[in-house]
């Protein structure tokens, strides 16, 4: 093990043990990781293929960890960085919408690939804002979709997270995916 | 306004009649709703809302992420950002390897600016690639030049991602300062010359550019070139060069091929010369107005040939054609300057300038009025190259000039006298000569020839040019319709070759050995046309013709009977075209060891349709290494490769398929060029395992491809064309476009109805790939019906053992099943696994699926104890298959187990499979499987919610 990869355990053994400074601190390390794998990533695809947010946190997780470390701490981790990970994704498109604005820089606001219609995904800065909408009625639901889509991580993972039977998580998504694709949809009709 | 608690009980409320009425049957539904809300309508919308979206939710959470994620990797950096003691202030633009930035020293208070370039490309961390990186960056910083844009400083964010620091340059390309201030072509050669001094400066240093382009030329206001990204891509290919498999992709990364020298293209290593060639397409772009070659198309095979192989117009015409951009006087280019850029320009490295130096030494030399080293090169030396470049597309007219020259010695058949011999071989000679002259560049005027140009304007001759010789004018003509054949032209091939058998007949008389060779010809082309009925008949003749000169053994015989049976296949008589095929291969295998591939070939592909497998595999695998020992170049080796591909597929052997049909496709698009209809089967069979494979995005641009060509080359009316649009359905169906995909099938089976196939092969297989798609489209009786006729139609032409009818016999079960009734899919799934197992391994695809569409059935009669054994042996069988079955079809085995499980209350363990089917079922190209999947997933919920 490194010494960077020792000091992460660490944090993500406090974080296990209820300490809530070491996500504070775990924020960045996850971060800077993330996005050095999003770049690499992006440039050994070939053309076509959807970059899954699911192999970026496991990988980074084997960067920054290692393998061998108790299961519920990986499990942490994984929380952490799918919050981690929404940020910068969320953190971007915005990015990207002020630039457009401004200095003639030509990135494509992320949000104007929608397509109307009822079944039309949305961009990912309105997914965010009806997260959050949907975290203020019910905490937990929004847990489970961040950690699922924006964590990558297995329903497994999730109940043990979030302390629940994966029965529970399935129940749980069931409804917040019916509530978000309703918001959604709104939106756009 | 509500408190937080009553929010928060209404919440709960909600939620508790939302999954209950998901639990409810649709149709007691609208009851429990209003048992459970009452008068509340408001609540009672909220619910309903929330049902109504419960229903579309698949997938459309994970796009956005992903197509987020992909944004973020495509952007390393943002404006704002401190990289190093620089603050990025705009961009400034992207090239191919990277975007520049304007920046400027934070400290400093913006004072100085300069541009930071940073790259897509990620080095590994590997700390010999840093010191190799920063060891290239300190050659580079030395460069001190005052047309070079100085290096200032380099590194790699924080990110990871490498960045160069440059000096500023503050002006427009060099083009487009040209074109601004309507130079004319003294200035321009001027602003040439101060480049090359620059390029010669850094040879001097040991540095190669390798990406000169006008893009890379900055010009300030005051007229001072700069030349930027300086020796880059020699750092790029510094990381390339520890990775062996990176080498082919270096033709990817170029973003502007048209620039490329043909070395670069073949990756071959780089000198000096790359340079001269990119300083010479520099000068043509300045002094012509347009880039010398037209790159639009996105296949790198295309952009090569054309890089490689084709020569470009000359400046002065080009320059002639592009008033906007080339300078005033463009006509002064015709002579010298035409000379000196095509000279730079020269496709071997070796015959360009020897360096810069000496280029610059030209165009000095022509401002001054002094004669140049420049020279025209001499038309002997040209027109072999001429053919050797054009190998590609002059394969018809090397045929020609073949069958010229044999012309000669086939004659021997005739009593000749030398005298007349010679003077035909002259005569040849010179009308030869003719056509390539014709074919000359400058006589061109810079269009591209074309074997067809060539063949036309050779078709014209002969008329005018051989009108006394009968038998001189016969050969010809006969030459000229097979080449006319080889390149697809079938109508011109036709017509030709009825005018050669006509002349014969008249001056042989009707039954002499000699028409056969017309009527082969004939006859073949017919059967391109898919005229079977005309063509049969003239191939027997060819063969009774043959056979009467030449007796029994000889190969011409074998040719004419390997044709003879091939016709008979295609026409579906398998029972007469076994015996001829065979005859015809005992011919050839006395013969020695060498020829009778395409023989080997038809027969495969009958026996294959009769299931004889391991022959037919056996006789491809031969006709594949004949063709590697004569000749891989050829479109008869694609054919090898191609059927050789298709019994794999069969086989389960879809990786090895799919190396032999890329292989094909290749050597066709290479040696066939793109419009041949040989390339269409290629498109066609690649689409279909690709799809297969459950790559069907990958599979849609070919299936398009072979469809376009289709409708180009043969047309709407012939039966390849009916191939096509099932190939292209089925990719269709896949993404679940049925109204599409029923127009798509419906097209290929009246097409060959129209051409009275009705009732071949290709229509029965048709039709149940229809009724595959009724069923996906969730049509389930028409479905039936047609799954049902299918079984009749392929048990009438194949037999009971047929592995076509246990296909349809499988999907004629899935229908019954999705209509409620397993009981009595049982039977039929019992009798397709019968019969795959007959035919096939126990671990071969088909009978796995078959057996696990036996375990679903049992599992949908409640006979989930039954089904588990077959079900987890069918797991067993795939996981230890000797080709790896597709992730489908595993996904496919493990869901019908979790399936089973669930029924039995082993939850857990349902869950488990499940979800480890997910990702791959959703690689399905049936979307009626990626639908059972979900289903699944709902029922497991339920039951265990419940128990």
Redesign the interface.
Known sequence: MTPEQSSVTRLLQQLSGGNKQAFDQLMPVVY?QL??L??????SEAP?H????TA?VHEAYLRLVGSDIAWEDRVHFYAVSARV?RH???D??K??KR?KRG??????P?DE?VVVG??A????LE?DEALQRLSA??ARKGQV?EML??GGM??EETAAALQLS??TV??EL??A??????E??QEHA | MATPDAGTDRWRRLEDIFHAALEADLSDRSVLLSRLCGNDAGLRNEVESLLNSADKTLGFLAKPVEDAARAVADAPVTIGQRIGPYQLLKELGEGGMGKVYLAARADDHYQRQVAIKVMHAMLGASPVMLARFRAERQILANLDHPNIARLLDGGVTSGGLQYLVMEYVDGVTIDEFCRRNKLLIEPRLKLFLAVCGAVEYAHHNLVIHRDIKPANILVTAEGVPKLLDFGIAKLLDADLGYDPNARTRTTERLMTPEYASPEQIRGEPITTATDVYGLGVLLYELLAGARPFRVTTRSPLEAALIICEQQPALPSVTGLQNPETAPADARKLKGELDNVVLMAMRKEPERRYASVSELSADVSDYLRGYPLRARTDTWGYRSAKFVRRHKSAVAATVALVLALIGFSVGMGLLAQKARREQMIAQREAEFLKGLFQAAMPEEAQGRTITARDLLDSGAQRVDRELSGDPEVRASMLESIAEAYRSLGLFDQAEAFGQRSYDLRAKTLGANHPQLADPLDLLASVARLKGQYEKAEPNFRRVVSLRRQALGENDLLVAAGLGELGECLYLEGKDAEAEPTLRQALAIYRRNGPNTGDEVRNYLALLLERKGQYPEATQLLREAVEIGRRTGVDTPGYAISLHNFASVLITLGDLSGAETHLREALAIRRKVLGQNHPDVYYSLNNLGYLLVNKGDWAGAEPFTREALALALRSVGEEHPFTAGAHNGLARVLEAKGEYAEAEKQFQQALDILRHANQGESWSAAQISLNLGMLETDWGKYSQAEALARQSVERLRKLGGENNPFVATALVELAEDRILQHDPKSAEPMLREAVGIRQKMFSPNHPSVIQAQVRLGEALTAEGEAAQAEPILRGALASARTAPFPLARWQVAEAESALGGCLTAMGRFREAQELLEKSEAGIRTDPRPVFRRQSEVRMVELERSWHFH
């Open positions: 800077d996005r050095k999003a770049a690499r990533c992006l440039r076509g959807t970059l899954p947010a970026l990970m910068i994704l969320v971007h498109a990015t990207g630039q200095g003639g820089a030509e990135q494509i992320l690939a009822p079944d995904p949305a961009g990912i997914l009625l019910d979709v889509f924006f297995t329903y994966p029965a399935h129940r069931k409804m995916k019916a509530w978000l694709h309703r959604l949809s």
